[in-house]
């Protein structure tokens, strides 16, 4: 039977990810020479024999280590599914990892990896900020299962990390967890500085494993563990999935990680489900494709907002001139800056609901990541739980509007944000008309 590996050469060179979405890990005749994989919407599986079907439990449950040549066959569906072996299987190919798991939201995968590798008594060093959910989770979850957050800040450099790490007790720091670029700020943050820091201060009893939610880039324009990170995450309901149609999550790493992510997702049931798998299957194959435009318009977008009279600040990565750090960081990381920009509108959170509310081919929504384009205010939506002191400290601002660029026309996009900004001007003027 052909391995993955063979899957993946022609004539003993490797093909391209954008390549292998279309066939990896699946084989026609398996499904009657559907081109495409079936959905496989069943519960359980049928074993051939009970001697069959202990063995696999045996592996399931890590009762014995399989043999050479041995694999774990289908028992249930919260086990595994083939729908999800061919996604997780695809979900390597851009950044790399050994081993992938599915999950049903973003946050099933971010909670169920953090409580898979994580125990009471130990401490999480992470950015800031980070999606609301996950600073949620992080602050007000994990403290329950006698888990430790520490935040540290945007602007921390090298040397001020090092002492943050030093001043955590010795063994408690079991995790450095990153959001780059992180939402809605832009903030990049140097991987391969936090690595040393995670390979310095661990050890092989205690190691501190380097976690980065790689939403806003990846899989496409940065991958982490080529800089050092253990573990991957994914909202792959952003652009994974790419249509606003799914929710789903992943997480990728090497096999040993792996095994412990995807047991406690056995347990917890966070799995994703087969039609969701199908439906992300189908999106990895333009994958690239709606990245790399929806970042070229966002190019466009972005150096027009910077000249814009009504705009106070641009946050985006090839607006980096203020920060020669985060220009290096961005030069060693990332292979282009993407489709979120942030920008603050001059005023304050009047001036920016009057231009979300003035908008009209881009749709006032959170999420990011779709074909469609959306705006929203971090302050008071997807940051909202956040206090407003924590918001300034991470360089949230009332006057913030998150930019997701999706794959319209620039041009229709900077018309319809043109007109926007007409709407708050006219609004200023009447109010300057009654002072």
């Known amino acids: ?39 496989f919407q069943t519960s359980t599986f049928v074993f051939k024999s009970a001697e069959e079907g202990k063995a696999y439990f045996e592996l399931a449950y890590g009762l014995r280590q ?3 040549d041995e694999e774990m066959g289908l028992i249930y569906s919260r086990l595994n599914n083939p729908s999800l072996e061919i996604l997780e299987h695809r979900l390597t190919l851009w950044d790399g990892a050994e081993e992938a798991a599915s999950f049903a939201s973003g946050m ?17 060093l992470h950015s800031e900020p980070v999606y609301g959910g996950s600073d949620f989770f992080l602050k007000n979850v994990l403290p329950k299962f006698g888990i430790t957050a520490v935040g540290f800040r945007p602007t921390a450099t090298p040397e001020e990390l090092t002492a943050q790490v030093a001043g955590i007790e010795q063994g408690r720091l079991a ?6 670029p992180a939402n809605p700020t832009n903030h990049l943050v140097d991987l391969e500085a936090c690595a040393a820091l995670a390979r310095q201060h661990g050890t092989t009893e205690h190691p501190i494993r380097l976690v980065v939610d790689n939403t806003f880039l990846g899989p496409v324009f940065q991958h982490p563990i080529k800089h050092g990170a253990d573990v ?13 149609d799914l929710i789903a999550g992943a997480a990728l790493a090497s096999k040993p990680l792996m095994k412990e992510i ?53 946050y985006y990565l090839t607006h980096l001139e203020h920060s020669p750090a985060q220009q290096d960081i961005y030069r060693r990381h990332c292979l282009s800056p993407g489709s979120m920009i942030s920008f603050d509108i001059k005023g304050g959170e009047p001036e920016a609901f009057r231009f979300l509310n003035a908008l009209r081919l881009i749709k006032l929504a959170v999420s990011l990541g779709g074909t469609e384009s959306l705006a929203e205010h971090p302050a008071t939506m997807t940051h909202s739980d956040i206090s407003v002191p924590e ?22 996009l900077m018309l319809d944000l043109g007109q926007a900004f ?14």
């Not at 099933?108 to 999480?124: C, E, F, H, M, W």
């Not at 995790?175 to 780059?180: C, D, G, R």
């Open 262 to 314: 995807k047991a406690m997702r056995t347990f917890m049931g966070t799995m994703c489900d087969p039609n969701t798998g199908w439906m992300l299957m189908r999106s990895l194959e333009t994958l690239k494709l709606r990245m790399e435009r929806a970042a070229q318009s966002a190019q466009l977008i972005a150096d027009w907002l910077r000249q814009h009279p009504l705009v106070a600040r641009t």
């Open 108 to 124: 099933a995968a971010i909670s169920t990896t953090l409580l898979a590798l994580l125990k009471p008594g130990d401490v999480v």
């Open 175 to 180: 995790m450095i967890f990153v959001e780059t």
């Open 1 to 39: 039977m052909p391995t993955l590996h063979d899957h993946a050469h022609i004539g003993g060179q490797h093909l391209r990810p954008e390549s292998l979405m279309m066939s990896y890990g699946y084989t026609p005749a398996w499904s009657e020479g559907a081109i495409k994989p079936p959905i």
């Open 391 to 412: 918001q300034a400290e991470m360089g949230i601002t009332p006057q913030m509007i998150r930019l997701s660029i999706g794959v319209e026309d620039a041009r229709d």
């Open 66 to 68: 399989a043999n050479p």
């Open 422 to 435: 007409e709407a708050v001007g006219v609004a200023q003027e009447r109010e300057l008309e009654l002072a």
């Open 232 to 244: 991957v995450l994914y909202s792959a309901t952003k652009f994974l999935g790419g249509h606003s």
